[in-house]
């Protein structure tokens, strides 16, 4: 959608309650006009532009958070770490902090194999154990509380998804923009979009046939509110994915991992009854469909090496560095 294009329609724009980094996140109401009425619907303005200082912010981070994992044994300072990606201690500093919560020094034992292995140890009798060691409360439990997911039959999915219309926009969040997009009845993907041209492509391959309009809804808003630090007042979110039952087994399993917790690809495979199908479950992984709400990047390899990521390892590393910050505050 393009700002020019909205000519005979009423625009209002807001400050919404999102916040990403220290910059707002913009809301546009949009008024069309039925018969002697106004039907009021909302979608979100043109991320082309809105989330450059976004995408500017994280794509340092990520920078930095290389440098860091490259360097960790070294024990970096902050003006290393600040002179690699060009910026001033200072600048670095506030910007980091602002991103993590603690600062890139505390942030550094979040990025080694020994915190890995750490978070895996305490993990080691089941999922219920772990959680005890980040608490019990909802937000450490965010995914497993309020992310629901719903199959698709393979009815909706028949013939390319021609009879699915699908809402789709690409968003700021604290990790890069994503493409988010959802059916009436939910979240059908979220990606993170290094490349906007790819990732839709991505999507639309799934449904060849189906209808895309680049429009935000509320599912999008729901989704989009998991990104926040702040947990305080969850919001449940619903998710109708295409997958096999064995991938849609996989995916539930992954919502029982606790913020700031790690699981490995055998463990998940126990989980599920089916031990000998780490392999096959490591697959079902790698296609989850749903990045971050469906938190793939918390499983990785026994020996506590990160394993793949289809959105890249270094923005593995810093979700995972993200989220163990958060329970150091």
Same mark, same amino acid.
């Given at each position: 959608?393009?700002?020019?294009?909205?000519?005979?329609?009423?625009?209002?724009?807001?400050?919404?309650?999102?916040?990403?980094?220290? *910059?707002?996140?913009?809301?546009?109401?949009?008024?069309?006009?039925?018969?002697?009425?106004?039907?009021?619907?909302?979608?979100?303005?043109?991320?082309?532009?809105?989330?450059?200082? *976004?995408?500017?912010?994280?794509?340092?981070?990520?920078?930095?958070?290389?440098?860091?994992?490259?360097?960790?044994?070294?024990?970096?300072?902050?003006?290393?770490?600040?002179?690699?990606?060009?910026?001033?201690?200072?600048?670095?500093?506030?910007?980091?902090?602002?991103?993590?919560?603690?600062?890139?020094?505390?942030?550094?034992?979040?990025?080694?194999?020994?915190?890995?292995?750490?978070?895996?140890?305490?993990?080691?009798?089941?999922?219920? *154990?772990?959680?005890?060691?980040?608490?019990?409360?909802?937000?450490?439990?965010?995914?497993?509380?309020?992310?629901?997911?719903?199959?698709?039959?393979?009815?909706?999915?028949?013939?390319?998804?021609?009879?699915?219309?699908?809402?789709?926009?690409?968003?700021?969040?604290?990790?890069?923009?994503?493409?988010?997009?959802?059916?009436?009845?939910?979240?059908?993907?979220?990606?993170?979009?290094?490349?906007?041209?790819?990732?839709?492509?991505?999507?639309?391959?799934?449904?060849?046939?189906?209808?895309?309009?680049?429009?935000?809804?509320?599912?999008?808003?729901?989704?989009?509110?998991?990104?926040?630090?702040?947990?305080?007042?969850?919001?449940?979110?619903?998710?109708?994915?295409?997958?096999?039952?064995?991938?849609?087994?996989?995916?539930?399993?992954?919502?029982?991992?606790?913020?700031?917790?790690?699981?490995?690809?055998?463990?998940?495979?126990?989980?599920?009854?089916?031990?000998?199908?780490?392999?096959?479950?490591?697959?079902?992984?790698?296609?989850?469909?749903?990045?971050?709400?469906?938190?793939?990047?918390?499983?990785?390899?026994?020996?506590?090496?990160?394993?793949?990521?289809?959105?890249?390892?270094?923005?593995?590393?810093?979700?995972?560095?993200?989220?163990?910050?958060?329970?150091?505050?």
């Amino acid at each position: 959608m393009k700002l020019k294009d909205i000519s005979v329609i009423q625009i209002i724009i807001i400050t919404s309650f999102f916040k990403f980094y220290n *910059d707002k996140f913009f809301v546009i109401f949009r008024n069309f006009r039925v018969g002697n009425t106004y039907t009021l619907n909302y979608l979100y303005a043109d991320f082309y532009n809105m989330s450059t200082q *976004d995408q500017q912010n994280y794509d340092k981070i990520a920078q930095a958070i290389v440098f860091i994992s490259q360097n960790y044994k070294q024990q970096p300072s902050l003006e290393e770490i600040a002179a690699s990606i060009h910026l001033s201690p200072f600048h670095f500093q506030r910007m980091f902090t602002d991103w993590a919560g603690v600062s890139p020094k505390q942030f550094v034992q979040f990025l080694n194999i020994d915190y890995a292995k750490k978070l895996l140890n305490q993990s080691n009798m089941n999922i219920a *154990d772990a959680t005890s060691e980040v608490g019990l409360s909802s937000s450490g439990r965010l995914h497993e509380l309020f992310v629901r997911i719903e199959g698709m039959s393979p009815v909706e999915y028949k013939n390319g998804g021609a009879d699915l219309t699908i809402n789709y926009q690409f968003a700021p969040t604290i990790f890069g923009t994503v493409l988010v997009a959802s059916t009436h009845r939910g979240i059908c993907g979220m990606h993170f979009a290094d490349n906007r041209e790819q990732v839709l492509e991505l999507v639309k391959e799934q449904f060849p046939k189906a209808t895309f309009l680049e429009q935000g809804d509320s599912f999008h808003q729901q989704a989009l509110s998991f990104f926040k630090r702040d947990k305080s007042n969850p919001t449940a979110i619903q998710l109708h994915i295409k997958g096999t039952p064995f991938q849609l087994n996989v995916w539930q399993m992954l919502l029982t991992i606790p913020e700031g917790c790690l699981s490995t690809y055998g463990k998940i495979a126990q989980q599920i009854d089916n031990p000998k199908a780490y392999r096959a479950v490591g697959t079902a992984i790698g296609q989850n469909p749903v990045s971050f709400l469906i938190p793939c990047h918390r499983v990785i390899q026994t020996s506590g090496a990160l394993g793949g990521y289809m959105w890249g390892l270094t923005r593995k590393v810093a979700i995972i560095g993200w989220e163990g910050a958060q329970f150091e505050l």
